[in-house]
């Protein structure tokens, strides 16, 4: 799997909206003044390229939040508890059965595209910051590196693994114990 168009909306909510005899839900979109509406399955809605890939403008983008957190520490194991809810109720489920439907529900508010844009620029301006803080240490390590900062050193030369060691630093949130 590519891993190329990320849903905000994962597919096993959608799929819930899929009309009986065409498998298919109703989307709505304004197109040129006017709403429209298509219908599509579920795996066609709800999403955007590479909305939560590191380096999105590299030509192989980092797609390691989608497919190695997301997927596996929040959707799928979500998807399990959301089957059980339908079949047999909230209250039928266990504490760590809520624990993976609250980590859900608390990434739904976090995983919209204006949200995710919203924490990339924080993301960005806490980096920043965090690089341009003691220049007195990057002048004792500089040497002959053009760059006048530690920000602007790793600009050049590092982007990927600092986008990296971003995620790294934060994929441990999976394995908080409620």
């Known amino acids: 799997m590519s891993h190329r168009k990320h849903h905000y909306v994962p597919a096993f909510l959608l799929e819930q909206w899929h009309a009986e005899d065409t498998r298919k839900l109703v989307s709505f979109r304004w197109a040129h003044g006017a709403l429209r509406s298509h219908p599509h399955t579920a795996q066609h809605v709800a999403k955007a390229d590479h909305l939560y890939s590191m380096v999105r403008s590299a030509s192989q983008p980092n797609v390691a939040a989608e497919r190695d957190f997301l997927g596996p520490h929040v959707d799928d194991p979500a998807a399990k508890v959301h089957k059980q809810i339908l079949a047999s109720g909230v209250r039928s489920l266990s504490m760590q059965d809520r624990a993976v439907w609250s980590r859900f529900l608390v990434a739904q508010l976090l995983r919209i595209p204006r949200?995710?844009?919203?924490m990339r620029g924080k993301g960005r301006d806490i980096l920043r910051r965090q690089l341009q803080d003691?220049?007195?240490?990057?002048?004792?390590v500089r040497g002959d590196a053009a760059e006048?900062?530690?920000?602007?050193?790793?600009?050049?030369?590092?982007?990927?693994?600092?986008?990296?060691?971003?995620?790294?630093?934060?994929?441990?949130?999976?394995?908080l114990k409620y």
């Open 115 to 118: 949200m995710v844009e919203h």
């Open 134 to 140: 003691a220049p007195d240490e990057y002048e004792a």
């Open 148 to 175: 006048e900062s530690l920000y602007e050193w790793a600009l050049q030369n590092s982007r990927t693994s600092l986008m990296t060691w971003q995620f790294t630093r934060c994929h441990h949130l999976s394995n």
